[in-house]
């Protein structure tokens, strides 16, 4: 890989990075159609990343679907696959890590301690080994996507982190690898995710901006469905600090489990150059 990546660099190619744990979906093959627009070379890793998960998670039962995932790439037309083992990231005695202090403790630094540690340290190792220019993750993920993106610029890596609109289903569910692990009955149940920021988005444009009483709202769509609620909050979209007044850009996130799998979504909402409010879904 970083032989490939030296000829890349001495060819003047733009190379982009779509790093990723399998079991592709749209969401992903929307990242790399990102990166084939941008870049000259495109790049997709796929790597289960242990330390990322914590005892209790599911990193035994996590989708590997190798096969099928390679035929998507190749499809998708990537130029590289880089799939490196553990042994390869994280040799005998590895003992360096990468903490972004702060926004990794909140909300799923909270519920999932040395989480983000984990994602920090391989997209680091990721970033060195294939040096792209840009490199690409979704807006699913939005804690995530801001943590690298602190990290990057922390850092003064060369590399310009690209987040990506979410990519729906049909019904509004959040494209995640996990929802293969959702049986019927609570796959029709966790498109109140997309139904609970869809009444949010509706508040807000209606000129509601106070956090609490949509909270509140989204609550209430959630405690109609089988949705076990992990949190509901709105937060800025820089610190991810709780807001209570929603007058800057911000995050409304949400995180559910249906049964035992754990789903997260999320709203971005801003200001256009008129002051005026904006939501993505």
Do not use: W
């Not at 660099?9 to 969401?27: D, K």
């Not at 993106?149 to 509004?172: F, K, Q």
């Amino acid at each position: 890989m970083k032989e490939f990546a030296r000829k890349q660099r001495e060819e003047n190619s733009i190379v982009g990075l779509v790093p990723t744990m399998g079991a592709l979906h749209q969401g992903h093959l929307s990242l790399i159609k990102q990166a084939g627009q941008q870049c000259s070379s495109v790049v997709a890793s796929i790597f289960v990343n242990p330390t990322q998960f914590s005892p209790s998670e599911d990193f035994a039962k996590y989708p590997r679907t190798l096969p099928a995932d390679t035929e998507k790439l190749e499809n998708a037309a990537v130029h590289c696959l880089f799939l490196p083992e553990a042994k390869d990231i994280y040799p005998q005695n590895f003992s360096t890590y990468i903490n972004v202090e702060g926004l990794s403790d909140r909300l799923e630094g909270r519920v999932r301690p040395g989480h983000f540690r984990g994602v920090s340290t391989v997209v680091m190792k990721l970033l060195q080994i294939v040096q792209p220019q840009f490199a690409y993750f979704g807006r699913k993920d939005a804690q995530q996507a801001a943590i690298i993106s602190r990290m990057a610029e922390d850092l003064n890596l060369d590399t310009e982190i690209v987040v990506c609109p979410i990519e729906r289903e049909a019904d509004g569910l959040a494209m995640s690898s996990r929802n293969v692990y959702l049986p019927q009955s609570d796959r029709q149940a966790a498109t109140v995710l997309y139904r609970s920021l869809q009444a949010t988005q509706a508040l807000l444009r209606n000129g509601n901006r106070d956090a609490l009483s949509l909270q509140s709202a989204m609550q209430r769509v959630l405690k109609e469905s089988r949705a076990k609620i992990d949190y509901v909050e709105i937060v800025d979209a820089q610190t991810f600090e709780p807001l209570m007044h929603i007058n800057r850009k911000a995050y409304v996130l949400l995180a559910a489990k249906f049964g035992e799998t754990r789903l997260l979504d999320n709203m971005l909402v801003d200001f256009n150059d008129k002051g005026q409010l904006t939501t993505e879904l």
